[in-house]
């Protein structure tokens, strides 16, 4: 069983600085791409940032040049490195992952989500 488990949000002043994590545990498993999103009261589900297995990369126009996905293989891990925080950025942050497992008919893939982590940029 695949479980993402994310760290790192929390409360930050407009123009400061916070570092999403999410873990993969499990076993038995490869990774494709790895998404974050986020939503924010009210509105719908935004993808912020994606990030493939080798590496590249794709943003919102809301926060280019702000954020930054990146992953750990090894560690089967995706971070969020999120600058120039700006209260329109408060939101759930959740991570995303496509898991492909080996089965005897050939590889599945699996869409797993995190339990989501509240980011909130006072002014």
């Known amino acids: 069983q695949v479980q993402l488990v994310e760290s790192g949000g929390g409360l930050v002043q407009a123009g400061g600085s916070l570092t999403l994590s999410c873990a993969a545990s499990?076993?038995?498993?490869?990774?494709?791409?790895m998404d974050w999103y986020r939503q924010a009261p009210g509105k719908q589900r935004e993808l912020v940032a994606a990030i493939t297995s080798d590496g590249s990369t794709n943003y919102a126009d809301s926060v280019k040049g702000r954020f930054t996905i990146s992953r750990d293989n090894a560690k089967n891990t995706v971070y969020l490195q999120m600058n120039s925080l700006k209260p329109e950025d408060t939101a759930v942050y959740r991570c995303n992952a496509h898991i492909q497992v080996a089965r005897v008919a050939g590889v599945v893939t699996y869409n797993y989500w995190g339990q989501g982590t509240q980011v909130t940029v006072s002014s």
């Open positions: 499990g076993s038995g498993f490869s990774i494709n791409n």
